[in-house]
């Protein structure tokens, strides 16, 4: 926040966070499960997205700095345990790794959007090749950080493909 005006300012070395809540613990007594049941994001603008697993849960780890979801680490920026019930989990995500971990999710067929913005669900029920990067992060970016350009600088400083290989779990 900047003192002077009262309002959140905004740099490539401070990038907008994305809180993802994950249900990774145990209903009956808190505990970290390892797997992720269900995922949440919210929009820019407070509409929730839910997303609920199909069948098992995919296992999922936290360690300092990063979380293990789908084979893949995803550095964070920061986490909460125990977020709304004890149920929930959060992390903070920069909108890039939180679009990227939203295309491999939608890529892995383990999970179904359940809840969540008319154009996103319909993305969403699309074929897995028809993941709209742009929209996803236009969905949960502030307005005042919208642009391609900021997404391709981002892209390019973390070294991020932007298609990424299909998961095992494609075909399921």
């Known amino acids: 926040m900047s003192r002077a005006t009262n309002q959140a300012v905004v740099s490539r070395a401070d990038p907008p966070r994305i809180r993802l809540a994950v249900a990774c613990n145990d209903p009956d007594n808190g505990l970290f499960a390892h797997r992720a049941e269900q995922l949440q994001v919210r929009t820019w603008d407070g509409q ?8 098992r849960a995919p296992r999922f780890a936290e360690r ?7 084979r893949h680490w995803w550095p964070i920026a920061g986490s909460a345990a125990w977020v ?22 939608r890529r892995s067929d383990l999970f179904d959007l359940t809840c969540g913005p008319g154009l996103l669900f319909e993305n969403w029920r699309a074929a897995p090749d028809e993941f709209d990067s742009a929209l996803w992060y ?18 390019r400083r973390l070294g991020i493909k932007q298609r990424l290989p299909r998961t095992r779990n494609q075909g399921r």
């Open 64 to 70: 300092p700095g990063r979380i293990r979801f789908l």
């Open 84 to 105: 709304g019930n004890w149920c929930w989990n959060s992390y903070d995500l920069t909108p890039v790794i939180a679009v990227l971990l939203l295309q491999v999710t």
């Open 138 to 155: 236009a969905s949960l970016c502030p307005r005042s950080v919208i642009g391609a350009a900021l997404w391709g600088d981002e892209v």
């Open 48 to 55: 929730d997205v839910e997303f609920e697993a199909l069948g």
